[in-house]
């Protein structure tokens, strides 16, 4: 079965300073990833997704993140923080069982703080 | 485009009633929707994935006798929690997807209180 581990569950950046949250995920074949940010009380917005091609993939706000199948990660950045970045930050991982998308499968999440 | 919304965005109800959440893919048509599950400060959970006009397909440990799910047309799936109870709280999202396609679409979500 897939999995998605998250390792951090908070992490805490000054603004202006650079990201990373990690995200590492078993899979059996080639998975396809994304990164979600959510706000309190609010859904899910994508950041960006991989499913083939170049493995560094650049998402909306700023953030990236690279597929690196030999560590099986997809790990976000940002170069620097805005307050405005403070949020819950979800990895998924999904699949095509060859009609189309199946159910993901998320991480726990990192909660992010900023610091004036 | 790719707009999914949940009606409503929050209910209450008294244990014992049932509550209908309704998704829908308001610019396309979504041959596949899920429904997940999301407890306070956790992640969100498969519950189901539906297909138009076929049944849905429960995640193990979801009941479907409670938790009915309904996909009559492209751009509407319902979910009904029959009997609700307040373990039932939570906060319920869907998504829809293009036919044949991989990417997700998000709904805003419904808060579901049972009291």
């Known amino acids: 079965a897939q999995s998605v581990t998250q390792p951090d569950i908070h992490i805490t950046v000054s603004e202006g300073a650079s990201l990373e949250l990690r995200c590492n995920y078993s899979?059996?074949?080639?998975?396809?990833l994304f990164w979600y940010v959510q706000s309190p009380g609010q859904g899910l917005q994508l950041l960006l997704k991989?499913?083939?091609?170049?493995?560094l993939v650049q998402g909306i706000k700023g953030f990236e993140a690279e597929f690196k199948r030999s560590q099986s990660s997809f790990n976000l950045r940002k170069p620097s923080v805005h307050w405005s970045d403070a949020a819950e930050y979800f990895c998924?991982?999904?699949?095509?069982?060859?009609?189309?998308?199946?159910?993901?499968?998320f991480g726990k999440g990192t909660h992010l703080i900023i610091q004036p | 485009g790719a707009v999914v919304s949940q009606h409503p965005s929050r209910v209450i109800c008294k244990s014992g009633t049932s509550v209908k959440i309704e998704c829908r893919s308001l610019?396309?048509?979504?041959?596949?929707m899920f429904w997940y599950r999301q407890f306070p400060k956790q992640s969100l959970m498969l519950m189901a994935t539906?297909?138009?006009?076929?049944?849905?397909?429960?995640e193990q440990g979801v009941e479907k006798d409670k938790f009915l799910i309904n996909h009559a047309s492209l751009t509407l799936s319902t979910l009904t929690v029959t009997s609700a109870h307040p373990e039932d709280s939570s906060f319920y999202i869907c998504?829809?997807?293009?036919?044949?396609?991989?990417?997700?679409?998000f709904g805003p979500g419904t808060r579901l209180t049972v009291t």
């Open positions: 998504s829809a997807s293009r036919t044949g396609g991989y990417e997700q679409y």
């Open positions: 899979y059996g074949a080639t998975p396809y």
């Open positions: 991989y499913f083939s091609g170049d493995t």
């Open positions: 998924a991982v999904g699949e095509s069982s060859g009609g189309g998308a199946d159910g993901l499968t």
């Open positions: 610019d396309f048509q979504a041959t596949t």
């Open positions: 539906s297909n138009e006009g076929s049944k849905a397909t429960y």
